[in-house]
């Protein structure tokens, strides 16, 4: 299970365990740190255990065992409007029959604060998300993308220091998602505010974060920047749920330093980072990039044989489907460079790798 290195965070889950039925857990022993300002991604498969992460830290779920403490305070028992969080949901939440700025002044009446000050705040949220002209519409009047500008901007309103998202852009068109994915990100440099965010799309987790914990059956896998995820996943689910990822199935036969020699389920062998493949005679499983693997060329201790089942033309690369020892869908990437592949439909050629770039994980 992945450690968290730094006990001390704004936000800390120490210990943190959810069941709903006193026997299957869902979260299980969570130990994170989250440091003031950091943007940080919980991303993983429904179901494993992300959300429930983020509803327990908003406190509309309590945690079965364990303690959460925002700002070293305790919050497990101190309900929800009372923790100070701004909350972003993919549904928006907006109350149909209010106004926009009627909307973004409510949490501020909830926390009895002055018709002046309510005001200046609720024009400031609405500038931070340039919609400063809409406080008199309804939410209905809205398109999508506004109306989670809106949302976004309820969150930012009372000053939260803790802004959370859940799911918070999986409703929009893609074109529009990313746009969002880029404000949201700017508004998080510009304001210095702590975002915890929740999402299963693994391109929006890259773009976005200072760090993702990706989850998998209740347990974080791995906690890293978006670039150590990508280029040095510590398990093999890591390396197949973040980016597109080739596997190849074999055997250890040997271990020197951090060079493992596998020998592939047809009698092939080569080599690779030894990097969580266990002992001798473990099974393995090997995994490259698409983008790393190289056409052509001689035979070395970090090749295997392939033949073109598929080329398929997308512009800027050309994506090569292979049949490596067994695996019909084994992609390589190429440039389109040149403005064209000289490969064929049926062609075997050799495919290699650098060590680094080939990792010999569990199976």
Not at 73 to 93: D, L, S
Not at 281 to 299: A, D, Y
Not at 318 to 324: E, P
Request: glycine share 10%; aromatic share 6%; net charge negative.
């Amino acid at each position: 299970m992945a450690r968290d290195s730094n006990p001390e965070g704004f936000v800390v889950f120490d210990h943190v365990q959810k069941s709903y039925d006193g026997e299957i857990l869902v979260v299980k022993d969570l130990n994170l740190s989250i440091a003031k300002g950091e943007f940080l991604t919980m991303l993983g498969p429904s179901g494993s255990g992300k959300s429930t992460c983020l509803m327990m830290l908003a406190g509309f779920e309590t945690a079965t065992h364990g303690n959460i403490l925002l700002g070293g305070t305790p919050i497990n028992n101190i309900p929800p409007h009372k923790r100070g969080i701004g909350m972003v949901f993919q549904n928006y939440a907006l109350f149909p029959h209010m106004t926009v700025g009627e909307n973004l002044s409510f949490p501020l009446e909830v926390r009895k604060m002055g018709k002046s000050e309510r005001e200046a705040k609720v024009k400031r949220a609405l500038d931070m998300v340039q919609m400063g002209d809409f406080a008199g519409r309804r939410p209905a009047q809205l398109s999508g993308g506004q109306q989670q500008r809106i949302a976004l901007a309820r969150a930012l309103v009372f000053d939260a220091e803790l802004v959370l998202m859940d799911e918070p852009l999986g409703a929009l068109d893609k074109q529009l998602r990313e746009h969002m994915q880029y404000e949201i990100k700017h508004l998080h440099e510009s304001l210095g505010i702590t975002v915890v965010y929740v999402t299963h799309d693994q391109s929006e987790a890259l773009t976005m974060s200072d760090r993702v914990a990706v989850f998998d059956d209740g347990i974080i896998q791995q906690l890293s920047t978006p670039d150590d995820l990508y280029e040095r996943p510590q398990n093999a689910f890591v390396a197949q749920f973040i980016g597109e990822n080739n596997k190849l199935l074999g055997v250890v036969k040997s271990v020197k330093g951090d060079t493992a020699t596998v020998q592939l389920d047809n009698g092939a062998t080569t080599e690779a980072l030894a990097v969580n493949c266990g002992d001798v005679g473990n099974r393995t499983t090997l995994s490259i990039r698409p983008e790393r693997v190289n056409i052509g060329g001689r035979k070395t201790k970090m090749s295997v044989e392939g033949e073109v089942k598929e080329l398929i033309y997308l512009g800027d690369h050309i994506r090569c489907r292979m049949d490596v020892h067994g695996n019909e869908d084994f992609i390589v990437k190429v440039p389109n460079s040149a403005g064209h592949t000289h490969l064929k439909e049926g062609e075997k050629t050799m495919l290699s790798w650098s060590k680094e770039d080939c990792r010999a994980l569990d199976a």
